[in-house]
């Protein structure tokens, strides 16, 4: 796992490499770029499929969930945005990354420098978890949400959910980097998600052998399906 606390951490995904500048000094946790970011996008530069006619050697159980094609996706908490711009360069085309507004410096200026790597400007957009009327103007549904180390506050797991449920599409998938921050966050995380979500977890021989380590995961939530009102009252 190469993780530092460098100013400037250096993610290679495939031919590129992103240089994301971190302010670790800041009173926001935001302007430090999280190991759970890394390990989801090195995981998914190890099985998205490539692009043209030759998708990459052996089966790939991620074929499916990583063949990015015209999805739409949205990241929450995206901070300095390498979750989003990773996957970006692994197909994942049509992409917005959100934080709070005092984040916003911090993202764009990764937007920024990044430029040069991934072709174009980012989308990037101001969204609270518990306003309604962002998660509006972001005109949901998407295929794809992102999310990579934001279960750390008690009080935050409600919005957060309910913006993911708001977000994600009846077929889309939520990719979740995951590590416990903190006991009741994570209690009540997965007691909440447990009733939105069906959740699958990548087993951890799956993820990238030099961006792994023990405490963090990746996960695949998918809604549950509704039942038909006939199915309830026959
Ligand atoms: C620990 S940082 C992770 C940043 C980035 N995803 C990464 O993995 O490097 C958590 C992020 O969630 C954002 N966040 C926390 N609470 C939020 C809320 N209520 N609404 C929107 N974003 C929030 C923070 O601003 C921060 O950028």
């Known amino acids: 796992m190469k993780f530092t606390d460098s100013p400037v951490i250096e993610l290679p995904v495939r031919d590129a490499v992103l240089s994301i500048q971190q302010d670790n000094g800041s009173f926001h946790v935001g302007t430090s770029v999280w190991p759970c970011s890394l390990v989801l996008v090195k995981f998914t530069e190890r099985w998205a ?18 063949d990015f094609g015209s999805k739409r996706a949205v990241e929450l908490g995206a901070g300095c945005g390498a979750s989003g711009m990773g996957l970006y360069l692994l197909g994942l085309t049509d992409v917005v990354l959100t934080d709070i507004a005092p984040v916003m410096p911090a993202l764009k200026r990764n937007l920024k420098i990044n430029k040069p790597v991934l072709a174009k400007t980012l989308k ?9 009327d962002q998660i509006k103007s972001l005109k949901p549904p998407y295929d794809v949400v992102l999310a990579t180390d934001v279960v750390y506050i008690e009080e935050s797991v409600g919005p957060l959910i309910s913006a993911m449920e708001a977000l994600v ?10 590590q416990l921050r903190s006991p009741e966050a994570h209690k009540l995380f997965w007691e ?17 052998p030099e961006y792994a380590y023990e405490e963090t995961d990746v996960y695949v939530f998918r809604k549950k399906k509704k039942k038909k009102e006939k199915e309830e009252d026959p």
């Open 169 to 178: 599409a009846e077929d889309g998938v939520v990719l979740l980097g995951y």
């Open 124 to 132: 990037h957009s101001v969204l609270y978890w518990n306003n309604a």
């Open 49 to 66: 499929p490539l692009p043209g006619p030759n998708p990459g050697p052996g089966p790939n159980p991620y074929a499916q969930l990583l």
């Open 192 to 208: 909440m998600s447990e009733r939105v979500f069906e959740i699958e977890k990548v087993p951890h021989e799956d993820l990238h």
